[in-house]
T-cell receptor
Framework: GAVVSQHPSWVICKSGTSVKIECRSL??????MFWYRQFPKQSLMLMAT?????????EQGVEKDKFLINHASLTLSTLTVTSAHPEDSSFYIC???????????????FGPGTRLTVL | GENVEQHPSTLSVQEGDSAVIKCTYS??????FPWYKQELGKRPQLIID?????GEKKDQRIAVTLNKTAKHFSLHITETQPEDSAVYFC????????????FGKGTKLSVIP
């Protein structure tokens, strides 16, 4: 149980285009979803936190107009990288948590990640 | 925000030996202390976690110890095996109610057969 999927697993796009990444909790309702970015050989950096039905909270230094996050339902959050540039190339990982004690409400369940390459 | 330091950044051990990774955090309100293992190109996997009301937890060859007074917790892996080779991250959770994890910079563990 507690499965989180991401789509696509990898994407290559041209500079200036927009890319949408989906994060789904498959067998639980996600109260909160988190988006991380990980550059090669570096740690996971939290980009934003989103709660269903409300606006995402972005970390300092993350441009909210560039990284659009939508958490329209309890099982789906999307991250859209707008006007992507080569420096946006990275591994994007989402995670989800639930308020249900029975599903381990302290734990974040991670998606498999999306490798974005901007040419 | 939470400041997290993880040491060492790289660690090489002979197969069968033990490995210890230490994580120091700054937020005294932190109440949840997980360790993640990440293999190249894959998602982080939770391997063990501990709550703030417990000092030590063990799961087979893996253990975590917590010193809340000193604000650090450590990952202990005994009888290491080549498949333990990966990058390990600590990610203490702030007690501010946000459920956010702050990841350490990671430790690359290499187990030499």
């Amino acid at each position: 149980g507690a499965v989180v999927s991401q789509h696509p697993s990898w994407v290559i796009c041209k500079s200036g285009t927009s890319v949408k990444i989906e994060c789904r909790s498959l067998d639980f309702q996600a109260t909160t979803m988190f988006w991380y970015r990980q550059f090669p050989k570096q740690s996971l950096m939290l980009m934003a936190t989103s709660n269903e039905g409300s606006k995402a909270t972005y970390e300092q230094g993350v441009e909210k107009d560039k990284f659009l996050i939508n958490h329209a339902s309890l099982t789906l959050s999307t991250l859209t990288v707008t006007s992507a540039h080569p420096e946006d190339s990275s591994f994007y990982i989402c995670s989800a948590r639930t308020n249900l004690v029975s599903r381990g409400r302290n734990e974040q369940f991670f998606g498999p990640g999306t490798r974005l390459t901007v040419l | 925000g939470e400041n997290v330091e993880q040491h060492p950044s790289t660690l090489s051990v002979q197969e069968g030996d033990s490995a210890v990774i230490k994580c120091t955090y700054s937020d005294s309100a932190s109440n949840y202390f997980p360790w993640y293992k990440q293999e190249l190109g894959k998602r982080p996997q939770l391997i063990i976690d501990i709550r703030s009301n417990v000092g030590e937890k063990k799961d087979q060859r893996i253990a975590v110890t917590l010193n809340k007074t000193a604000k650090h917790f450590s990952l202990h892996i005994t009888e290491t095996q080549p498949e333990d080779s990966a990058v390990y991250f600590c990610a203490p959770r702030s007690g501010a109610g946000s459920y956010q994890l702050t990841f350490g910079k990671g430790t690359k563990l290499s187990v030499i057969p």
